[in-house]
């Protein structure tokens, strides 16, 4: 059995921070990429941000400078720290886990609403 559990999602303001965090179990968690993807109403579901196994990283233009991914492998948990955020970072985030760096990701959280007002 394997879970991606998100939290910290919630409401701000724009210009506002907020941090996500991913609890895995039911895997290696060592061998895993792990990553962030994110969904609006109405648009395609695009890739935020990855980490690798050896903890390198990767961000969408859209975030990178506002966006830091991490992972704690003692705690089997990754994490999205979210800086000056924008009304259009708005959507929903799922945590996702891979082996193999494959195209669609084997593993997928239940997802955490973030909404930016205005």
């Known amino acids: 059995q394997v879970q991606l559990v998100e939290s910290g999602g919630g409401l701000v303001q724009p210009g506002g921070s907020l941090r996500l965090s991913c609890a895995a179990s039911g895997i290696i968690f060592s061998l895993y990429d792990m990553g962030w993807y994110r969904q609006a109403p109405g648009k395609q579901r695009e890739l935020v941000a990855t980490?690798?196994?050896?903890?390198?990283?990767n961000y969408a233009d859209s975030v990178k400078g506002r966006f830091t991914i991490s992972r704690d492998n003692a705690k089997n948990t990754v994490n999205l720290q979210m800086n000056s955020l924008k009304p259009e970072d708005t959507a929903v985030y799922y945590c996702?886990?891979?082996?193999?760096?494959?195209?669609?990701?084997?593993?997928w959280g239940q997802g955490t609403q973030v909404t930016v007002s205005s």
């Open positions: 996702t886990a891979d082996r193999r760096r494959r195209i669609t990701p084997t593993y």
């Open positions: 980490i690798s196994s050896g903890a390198g990283t």
